[in-house]
């Protein structure tokens, strides 16, 4: 059994993040293959999100040194907490190392005796850095794309008009106070072939409920009901032309950024931010522009609309890259292969040959 550890006292949300995508797809690709695995909450019983993955098996525990008990392979999503396991384990770091004191000693000393697995090369040596490890240690599982992505079939546009769509979740560090100053950048501003659409994804939260009403009320852009499947979400980008990731880098970056290539497999160009992990995410239908620029996001959408929509050929080609059977084969790589030393064994080793005492003026070494 594979467990994977959510956020102990949160429930798994639908349809409002990589984070989520990632670790339903890994788990709902895992028992596709016959190999048993699971989502595991703490803390909640099953008011823990499992209504909406009827397809994923869920536990609950009631506390989260209950995880010391679980046999199998045990993978912690984004949270370094640190409990025993009966096992070596894992941790999938999502999210960029912390900026703040209080959460870097968590982060610190949670990892210290973790194998870990990051989302992109750039998320590896962001952590590499922030950890002081050899960023060989940490090993990459890139993030996918469901197949409905690249199975929906496209929604003709009406003629003339170009449909963008942010997808992310409504919060700042996804760039979409960014994404409302472009709307009065007089590049686009006046343009009425250009639609714009936001979902309501992460309006579960305080400021994602602020975000929401501050959208709704803007004459200039559109608000849908979030998706909370893959199939809901394929369908809404295959009836679109633009997807926009204006993610903020001034104090978040973006670790990898899989609407991007959900996007992509959906026949859609993707203007996102020239930051964190977002440029590995071309499957060749990428723009990239300067990060927390109003006016270099309107002209990167320009761009992708003058470049008109991806043939299909190419959309092809883009779903055939960040697959999820690539995605799960590379974990179980890392699930089967040799354990890199993690850094408490390194520090400890460190430790212990300081306190070898140092030889005598004038003995020799021993032959």
């Known amino acids: 059994m594979i467990s994977f550890i959510w956020s102990p006292g949160n429930r798994l949300p ?19 293959r016959g190999i048993a695995a699971q989502v595991v909450t703490v803390g909640l019983g099953s008011a823990d999100g499992r209504d909406d993955f009827t397809d994923v098996p869920f536990r609950s525990l009631a506390t989260l040194a209950a995880v010391s008990d679980l046999d199998g392979t045990v993978v912690f999503v984004n949270e370094p907490h ?42 590896a040596a962001l952590w590499s850095d922030f950890l002081d490890v050899d960023v060989a ?44 100053e472009t709307l009065h950048v007089d590049v686009i501003d006046r343009d009425a072939s250009l639609t ?62 899989i609407v991007a290539i959900e996007a992509q497999h959906a026949g859609c160009r993707v203007v996102a931010s020239n930051d964190g992990g977002l440029p590995e995410t071309d499957c060749g239908a990428v723009v990239l522009v300067e990060p927390d620029n109003a006016e ?11 470049q008109g929509p991806p043939t299909a050929a190419a959309r092809q080609l883009a779903s055939a890259m960040y697959t999820v059977a690539e995605s799960v084969d590379t974990l179980l790589d ?34």
Not at 148 to 171: K, N, V
């Open 14 to 32: 639908a349809g409002t993040g990589g984070s989520e995508n990632y670790t339903v797809g890994q788990v709902r690709e895992l028992n596709r």
């Open 196 to 257: 714009f659409t936001a979902t309501t994804a992460g309006s579960d939260k305080p400021q994602g409920r602020i975000i929401e009403k501050l959208l709704a009320a803007h004459p200039g852009i559109d608000v849908v009901p979030a998706c909370k499947s893959p199939a809901r979400m394929a369908a809404l980008m295959a009836a679109h032309d633009v997807v926009v990731m204006p993610s903020n880098s001034q104090y978040w970056h973006e670790t990898f950024g």
């Open 334 to 367: 890392v699930l089967a292969g040799p354990l890199p030393v993690p850094p408490a064994v390194i520090l400890r080793q460190l430790e212990e040959l300081a306190m070898v005492p140092a030889r005598e003026a004038g003995e020799r070494a021993p032959a």
């Open 82 to 123: 640190p409990v025993a396991t009966r096992h070596p384990a894992y941790l999938i770091l999502h999210n960029p190392p912390p900026i703040r004191d209080r959460y870097r000693a968590f982060a610190t000393d949670g990892t210290r005796d973790r194998v870990l697995i990051a989302t992109s090369r750039y998320a």
């Open 137 to 180: 240690t940490i090993r990459v599982v890139h993030p996918f794309a469901e197949p409905h992505f690249a199975r929906e079939p496209r929604r003709a546009s009406p003629t003339g008009q170009t449909r963008i769509l942010f997808a992310g979740r409504l919060s700042p560090e996804k760039g979409i106070y960014t994404l409302l």
């Open 296 to 306: 270099a996001l309107a002209w990167g959408i320009r761009a992708a609309v003058g």
